[in-house]
C-alpha cells in the first residue's frame, strides 16, 4: 500500500514568506509526528495528532510555527515569516495504535530559506 | 529531559568485520528503544526495537539498564549496511520520539 507521502518535496523561500508543508498518513492511521531535522542531526520533534487533536506541541520553536489535522487524516504545517534557522528538512510520520510506536517516515520536505 | 547519545559520527569498517553502533539514553522510568535506519535516497525506516528482542538483516541490540545502552550489533559487516543509523526512544504507546544525531556506517571492501 502507499506510504507516508509529503508534499513539496523541496522548497525554496525568501526570508519573509509564509510556507505551507503538507502531509498525507497512511489510510487508517491515528497518529502523525512532525519532527524537523536540521543538517547532520536527528529528527527533531514538533508536534503530534491523535486524529483531529493535536495532544503535543511543545517541540514548536516559535509562534510562527503551526500545525492542523482538520479531518483526522492530511495535516498541514505552517510556517509564517520564515527565517533561515528554519531551513530544515520536515519530516511527518505516522503510526497505528497496533503498531506499538512503529512510525512510518515520509520522504520529508526540505525547506530552505533565503 | 531525555537524551539520546549516539558518541559516533561515522564508523567505518571492513566488509566481514563486526559492527557495534553505540547509543546511550538518560534514564527516566522504562524506556522504549528503537533503531532506524535510513540507506541512500530512501526514508527513514524501523530496523529494530528493544521490546521485540528480534534480529533483523543479521542485526541485534540489547538494552542494558545498568548502563542505559542499547548498543547496535552485528557479527559481519555487508556492503549493503552502509547507511545512516540513529538510536531513538519513545515514553508510551504512540507517543513522539528522542533521536541521537546518527551515526554512518561506511563498510568498505
Known amino acids: 500500500g502507499a506510504g507516508v507521502s509529503q508534499s513539496p518535496r523541496y522548497k525554496v523561500a525568501k526570508r519573509g514568506q509564509d510556507v505551507a508543508l503538507r502531509c498525507d498518513p497512511i489510510?487508517?492511521?491515528?497518529?502523525l509526528f512532525w519532527y524537523q531535522q536540521a543538517l547532520g542531526q536527528g529528527p527533531e520533534f514538533l508536534t503530534y495528532?491523535?486524529?483531529?487533536?493535536?495532544?503535543?506541541k511543545s517541540g514548536l520553536p516559535s509562534d510562527r510555527f503551526f500545525a492542523e489535522r482538520p479531518e483526522g487524516s492530511v495535516s498541514t504545517l505552517k510556517i509564517q515569516r520564515t527565517q533561515q534557522e528554519d531551513s530544515a528538512v520536515y519530516l511527518c510520520?505516522?503510526?497505528?495504535?497496533?503498531?506499538?510506536?512503529?512510525?512510518?517516515f515520509g520522504p520529508g520536505t526540505r525547506l530552505t530559506v533565503l | 529531559a531525555q537524551r539520546v547519545t549516539q558518541p559516533e559520527k561515522l564508523l567505518s569498517v571492513f566488509k566481514g568485520a563486526p559492527v557495534e553502533l553505540k547509543c546511550n539514553y538518560s534514564y527516566s522510568g522504562s524506556p522504549e528503544l528503537f533503531w532506524y535506519v535510513q540507506y541512500s535516497r530512501q526514508r527513514l525506516q524501523l530496523l529494530l526495537r528493544h521490546i521485540s528482542r528480534e534480529s533483523i538483516k543479521g542485526f541485534t541490540a540489547d538494552l542494558n539498564k545498568g548502563e542505559t545502552s542499547f548498543h547496535l550489533k552485528k557479527p559481519f559487516a555487508q556492503e549493503e549496511d552502509s547507511a545512516m543509523y540513529y538510536c531513538?526512544?519513545?515514553?508510551?504507546?504512540?507517543?513522539?520520539?528522542?533521536f541521537g544525531t546518527g551515526t554512518r556506517l561506511q563498510v568498505t571492501l
Open positions: 495528532f491523535q486524529n483531529e487533536a493535536q495532544l503535543d
Open positions: 531513538a526512544r519513545g515514553t508510551g504507546t504512540a507517543s513522539k520520539l528522542t
Open positions: 489510510s487508517g492511521h491515528v497518529s
Open positions: 510520520a505516522s503510526s497505528s495504535f497496533h503498531s506499538y510506536n512503529e512510525q512510518f
